[in-house]
């Protein structure tokens, strides 16, 4: 590291105030903090001092999305090489994935870094990190066959109206991410059906279809449990296999990056419903998500990809300690009520979470107010009593 320290230092002078560069003061503190802890701290005051900064906690979150990654990207080589009849080895199926992946990556960050550093350095700020988790989230809970001009339409939008004008990073009231696949399946509805996907000059046997299209055009899924779990289907690139969500879910509740609260209540409250639901099978036997297993939900679409990486956004996501677990629980709630009774959107998680995150602050008002009540009311009684 020490010769990028040293090439750090030689630029410093030239971005300080008043020097030539000034207006990449702000781009040149987001690299140089990407590659080492900000040596400012915190001198007086009641703050908790610690070494991790946020954004080696936005790292942390980035390291747990790996796998979802690695997989979607195997993912999108395997489904066009067995579209085609072509025997392949897994080498093969990565570097294709890798290579339809990288330009939404790329699109993602430098439209969203892009945007932020421009605002950081018009307030004279540094630049925040929210990014560094949204800039990877957000092509993982898209199609692989997005248009870069629509994505790029659909980050600055989501960047602009969803979080630089509230303030940046911390201030957002919605996920950026979310926002971003909401106003692309809104805006552009034929190009993000949110039921069929890509597979690359595909046979008739790969409809592209989704679990998800197939239970909703009154179809089995076609899948067993293992396979659900393992992923190897259409869907978007990061949000299929269950196992590689989960060993992400198990490093953000390791290190303490994510409320196992919030997780934890998001898939009691998906299973909840589900159960609930199952009991009407008999009288709709024309809609096939009634009759299936209610633990199915939970491992089948983005309802895992939501529940790990997306409700638990600690920016949008409830506070308090007993809202916590209510926002979670009716998030997950919402998702499956949304999947299984509205017919022209067979996934409700995207809608759930972003309708959580607005009623989040109400939540924890009330919660709040509830302990300040339940406090005036045990000071009267000691009162009374004295």
Known sequence: MKPIRNILDKIKPQVQ?????????????????FFFVPDAVTTKGSHIRDGVDMKRTMFTVVIAMVPALLFGIWNIGQMHFKSQGIDFELMDAFLYGFI????????????????????????????????????????LIIPVTTPLWMLAVAVAFAV???????????????????????????????????DKVWIAEKADAFSGATPLAELTAGHSAGLSPIEMM??????????????????????????GV????????????????ALILNFFAGSFPDNTYLALPAWEHLLIGGFAFGGVFMITDPVTAAQTEKGKW?????????????????????????????FMNIFSPTIDYYVIDANIKKRMKRAKLLLNNN
């Not at 630049?127 to 949204?134: K, L």
């Not at 869907?235 to 290190?255: N, V, Y």
């Open 100 to 139: 339809k992946i990288l330009p939404l990556i790329l699109v993602s960050y430098g439209v969203g870094l892009g945007i932020e550093i421009a605002f950081a350095q018009s307030r004279g700020h540094e630049v925040n990190e929210g990014f560094f988790v949204s800039g990877m989230l957000i092509p």
């Open 160 to 194: 602009v109206f969803g979080k630089e004008v509230f303030g940046g990073t911390g201030m957002n009231i919605v996920n950026p991410a979310l926002l971003v696949r909401a106003i692309l399946f809104f805006a552009y509805p034929s190009a993000m059906s949110g």
């Open 326 to 354: 209510i926002y979670g629980f009716f998030g997950g709630l919402i998702a499956i009520l949304v999947r299984v009774l509205n017919p022209a959107y067979p996934e409700g998680v995207m809608l759930a979470i972003l």
């Open 258 to 273: 994510a409320s196992w609260k919030i997780m934890t209540s998001f898939f009691v409250g998906g299973l909840s419903m």
């Open 230 to 255: 393992i992923g190897a289907y259409p869907g978007s690139i990061g949000e299929t296999s269950t196992i590689a969500i989960a060993i992400g879910a198990i490093i953000l509740l390791f290190t």
């Open 17 to 33: 105030k008043g020097a030539k560069f000034h207006a990449f003061h702000s781009l040149f503190d987001a690299a140089e903090t």
